[in-house]
Nanobody
Framework: VQLQASGGGLVQAGGSLRLSCAAS????????MGWFRQAPGKEREIVAA????????HYGNDLKGRFKISRDNAKSTVYLHMNSLKPEDAAVYYC?????????????????????WGQGTLVTVSS
C-alpha cells in the first residue's frame, strides 16, 4: 500500500488548507485512515481519524470544529479540511492506514495501530 499526501503549504493564520491522501494498492475501503502531525521537537500526534465506513471519526484535542476529516472510497482518498489555522498547527502532516480498521467499530488513534504511512506534507502557518 502506498499513500501519497499532498496539499500542504504556507498559509496565513486564520486561513484554510485541504490536505489529500491518495492510496494505491491494498483495499482502501477496508482501512481506517488517520492524519497525524509532528512539529519539530515534538512527538507525532493524532489529528483526525475516520473509520472504514466513515461512520466513526475522532479528532485530536481542540481540533474538532476547525478540522474535518472525510474520505471517498471510490477515489481511495482521504481528506483533511483545516480551517482557522493557527501558528501552532504548523507541522509535517502524515496520513496513515490501519489495515485492521474494518474489524473495529470505533476508529483507533494510536500511531502504533497504523500500518502504512505516507511521506508527509509540510504545513506552515505564518502569524
Amino acid at each position: 500500500v502506498q499513500l501519497q499526501a499532498s496539499g500542504g503549504g504556507l498559509v496565513q493564520a486564520g486561513g484554510s488548507l485541504r490536505l489529500s491522501c491518495a492510496a494505491s494498492g491494498g483495499s482502501f475501503s477496508d482501512y481506517a485512515m488517520g492524519w497525524f502531525r509532528q512539529a519539530p521537537g515534538k512527538e507525532r500526534e493524532i489529528v483526525a481519524a475516520i473509520s472504514w465506513s466513515g461512520g466513526s471519526k475522532h479528532y485530536g484535542n481542540d481540533l474538532k470544529g476547525r478540522f474535518k476529516i472525510s474520505r471517498d472510497n471510490a477515489k481511495s482518498t482521504v481528506y483533511l479540511h483545516m480551517n482557522s489555522l493557527k501558528p501552532e498547527d504548523a507541522a509535517v502532516y502524515y496520513c496513515a492506514a490501519d489495515r485492521n480498521g474494518i474489524i473495529h467499530t470505533v476508529v483507533r488513534v494510536a500511531t502504533s495501530d497504523y500500518d502504512y504511512w505516507g511521506q508527509g506534507t509540510l504545513v506552515t502557518v505564518s502569524s
